[in-house]
């Protein structure tokens, strides 16, 4: 309950924080390319469950540079906030997979389903160098507390602060 709490709390402020900021993207995304601005991508979620994760459209081809900045600020998964509102992700979680990634790890990782037991979340658990990582994950949903989550909040913006490229999945 608490952690709900502290999602919508959180993800509401970054909206309405990003609601300038959002709309600037917006118009600034539809002069300089053709094609959508956002898509919901496949992803499995909680205990398995299937949703779809709004994010900006990113282009295979014809990216523009405002797409590249976009994607270097790690501004892209912004729209996910509608996600973490409708009860499908977290602002603090294990990375979110494509079915196909599920398919793969569910297979080919028998500690996988552990992760399925916490919604998947915008940030990701790092390790100490400061890279997602798989045992930081599986730590996070086994240590899951209000705590961990503030922790985990805390050092991504500070390592943020000194990383070159954001927007990695």
């Known amino acids: 309950m608490c952690k709900r709490t502290l999602d919508l709390l959180g993800a509401v402020l970054v909206l309405l924080f990003f609601l300038p900021i959002g709309l600037v993207m917006i118009a600034a995304i539809r002069c300089s390319r053709p094609g959508p601005i956002l898509e919901r991508e496949p992803t499995v979620g909680l205990h398995g469950g299937r949703f779809g994760r709004w994010r900006l459209h990113r282009p295979l081809e014809r990216e523009s540079v405002f797409d590249r900045v976009l994607w270097r600020a790690g501004l892209i998964d912004l729209p996910s906030m509608v996600n973490v509102i409708d009860g499908d992700m977290s602002l603090i979680g294990p990375r979110p ?67 070159e490229e954001q927007g990695v999945d």
Do not use: M, T
């Open 97 to 163: 997979h494509s079915p196909e990634q599920y398919a793969v790890l569910s297979q080919g990782r028998p500690d996988y389903a552990r992760l399925l037991e916490a919604r998947p979340g915008i940030i990701r658990p790092r390790a100490r160098e400061g890279e997602p990582s798989w045992s930081a994950e599986l730590d996070y949903v086994a240590r899951w507390s209000v705590f961990v989550d503030l922790k985990v909040a805390a050092l991504y913006v500070i390592q943020g602060l000194f990383r």
